[in-house]
């Protein structure tokens, strides 16, 4: 008996001080829903998380920092081509979507447009490379699902309008680029 009740305390013990993994739950972050900008919704992500972004235009660039995030409309649900026409990332000034911090396949985006990138020069040390209007990636290995490129513009020889990757391997199924401006 004595035996018994020892093994139930150790029992409860145990259980008593498991860590608490909640935060390293996968998680869908709603733009904007619940997080208002998209880079706001990858910036508070996590790796293997989902940014879930309604229909509607966002106008801002964004940077993935490195993280592996589920970046998409609802497309992914709907399979209805709508929803990535009706789902804008529309940049400001510079690469509406950059790759740069060594990001690897978990890092994807999925079912949206990205319109009205225009290229800037790169931050390397010689600073003579563009990058691409609508999609940058440096030293990255990404995917790109379901996407429409359109009207970006392109910078040059080395710049790119629609995508421009240096030292990358990007997996691309299903996008379409169209109206790239010179």
Do not use: W
């Amino acid at each position: 008996m004595k035996n018994l009740i020892v093994l139930l305390l150790i029992v409860l013990f145990t259980f008593s001080c498991k860590k608490d993994n909640s935060t390293s739950k996968v998680r869908t972050l709603r733009v904007p829903e619940n997080v208002s900008t998209i880079q706001d919704a990858i910036n508070k992500a996590n790796n293997h998380d989902t940014v879930l972004v309604s229909k509607g235009t966002y106008e801002e660039n964004i940077n993935f920092n490195g993280k592996g995030v589920y970046l998409t409309s609802v497309y992914y649900r709907t399979l209805d081509t709508l929803d990535i026409k009706n789902t804008v990332i529309k940049g400001k000034s510079g690469s509406v979507v950059t790759f740069e911090n060594k990001e690897d396949s978990t890092s994807v985006i999925d079912g949206l447009m990205i319109t009205y990138g225009s290229p800037q020069y790169g931050s390397g040390t010689l600073q003579t490379h563009l990058q691409g209007g609508g999609i940058y990636c440096d030293s990255g290995s990404v995917k790109g699902i379901n996407l429409k490129i359109r009207n970006n513009v392109c910078g040059g020889i080395n710049g790119g309008g629609a995508i421009n990757a240096e030292n990358s391997k990007l997996y691309m199924q299903n996008c379409k680029v169209y109206g790239t401006v010179h």
